[in-house]
């Protein structure tokens, strides 16, 4: 069955992954964009919790997961966020629907494999600034784009309770942002349009352990590594006066293209560690936490930008991770409810921006069903999360956000040895 739709679905994902816009957060602007990638379905349902393995479900945070495999497996999921954004004056609500990960993971043996596509990060605003003057003035920023990530790992089983793993993965992407400045009274405005295209690679290692503390009792445990990686942002300007026809279309003047230089970007080190107890197969809980040294970050024209309307820097960041599962009876023939795994979980992120001396801190609730499908192995994830990101504070902006995530796990036997011709 994978087989069948492996490959449409690969390129039309190909496709929406590029284009897709993924966010509509103004704290985007600043770093790689807004790091959208927290899990496949199961695992942002458990409050983004990536320390189980499972032989029926890809784990892309952990490659040493991998090895656990029993069946080939497709995963795909996608997303629908719908944000209220509101400072102390204002409040605007945006909708946005994304593809999140296309991704196959094949057993072999004690080895596993896994490889894919994410889009990883995303860009998407639109500011408006009016200042009432006189004379008043108006300026729209708008920014687009966001990074990929494709990726391939294998894992390997030392023994019956370690596995590691490593993932090699290669970062690309756009991003274009845009300014536009009008005077009452002036003819003609401004724009400011900016481009990076960036390419870089980033390597993944990690290692899980998974023991019988007594009949019932089992322990699990994560760990990954992300070494400090360089991203090479190749970086454009022009520069123009515009005016508006009847039609709302805007009419170039003239437009001059300035030289800038090409910037490096720090992707910072990161380190995860989580742990979790419970009966396999009916429930178990964990927490995680993880390390990264945003204070090393640089925006992409940090060189060449003149000063914002606040004062911004990176520090490093941490997040903190909650969830587990529930499963009533996975072996029921006769009650389906039974065999429907239930998650939920909570989580706590210091972003690593600063805004006037305000950390931006990301919060929330999620909760989620696993549906098996009668007569296989596959599966379909579904995950609801309700959270808060930002403040109000010092004329910032908060937003509030529901995200309703949507996961397919299809799971089939290859390469086996045909018995009869």
């Not at 509509?24 to 899990?39: Q, T």
């Not at 189980?52 to 997303?79: E, Y």
């Not at 729209?140 to 793993?165: E, P, R, V």
């Amino acid at each position: 069955m994978i087989k069948k739709i492996l490959f449409p679905i690969c390129f039309l994902f190909s496709l929406a992954s590029l284009a897709q816009e993924g966010t509509s957060s103004p704290y985007s602007f600043y770093g790689i964009g807004d790091v959208k990638f927290k899990g496949t379905a199961d695992n942002r349902a458990m409050g983004g919790l990536t320390i189980f393995q499972d032989s029926i479900h890809l784990n892309f945070q952990n490659p040493a997961s991998f090895a656990a495999l029993k069946l080939t497996t497709l995963s795909v999921g996608g997303s629908y966020l719908s944000t209220t954004l509101k400072t102390t004056s204002k409040e605007e609500s945006a909708r946005r629907s994304a593809l999140d990960y296309l991704s196959v993971g094949i057993p072999m043996g004690k080895f596993g494999a896994g490889f894919g596509l994410i889009p990883y990060s995303a860009v998407g605003y639109k500011i408006q600034t009016i200042a009432a003057g006189p004379p008043q003035s108006i300026r729209t920023s708008l920014g687009k784009g966001g990074l990929n990530k494709a990726f391939l790992g294998l894992g390997y089983a030392i023994s019956s309770k370690f596995s590691l793993g490593a993932d090699l993965s290669y970062n690309f992407g756009k991003i274009e942002t845009s300014s536009l400045g009008f005077i009452d009274g002036v003819q003609y405005g401004t724009r400011e349009q900016n481009r990076s295209d960036m390419t870089g690679v980033t390597l993944t290692t990690g290692i899980m352990y998974h023991s019988k503390i007594n009949r019932k009792l089992s322990l699990a445990s994560s760990m990954t590594f992300s070494p400090e990686t360089k991203l090479k942002s190749s970086n454009g300007r022009t520069i123009a006066s515009i005016q508006y026809s009847t039609t709302g279309a805007e009419i170039v003047v003239n437009e001059s293209i300035i030289d800038v230089s090409n910037t490096i970007l720090t992707l910072p080190t990161k380190f995860s560690f989580g742990t979790g107890i419970g009966e396999l197969k009916k429930w178990m809980i964990g927490a995680e936490v993880t390390f990264q040294e945003n204070s090393k970050l640089r925006n992409r024209f940090d060189d060449i930008v003149g000063s914002s309307l606040h004062t911004m820097k990176f520090e490093n960041s941490m997040k903190y991770n909650l969830g587990g599962y529930y499963i009533p009876n996975y072996n029921s023939f006769s009650n389906y409810w039974n065999k429907i795994v239930y998650r939920g979980g909570l989580r706590y992120e210091n972003t690593g921006l600063v805004f006037d001396n305000e950390s931006i801190n990301d919060m929330g609730l999620t909760l989620g069903l696993g549906l098996p499908i009668p007569g296989a192995f596959s599966n379909i994830n579904i995950g609801f999360e309700f959270g808060k990101k930002g403040t109000t504070n010092a004329n910032l902006v908060q937003e509030n956000y529901g995200n309703l995530s949507i996961g397919l796990s299809f799971n089939d036997k290859w390469f086996n040895k045909k018995l009869y011709n």
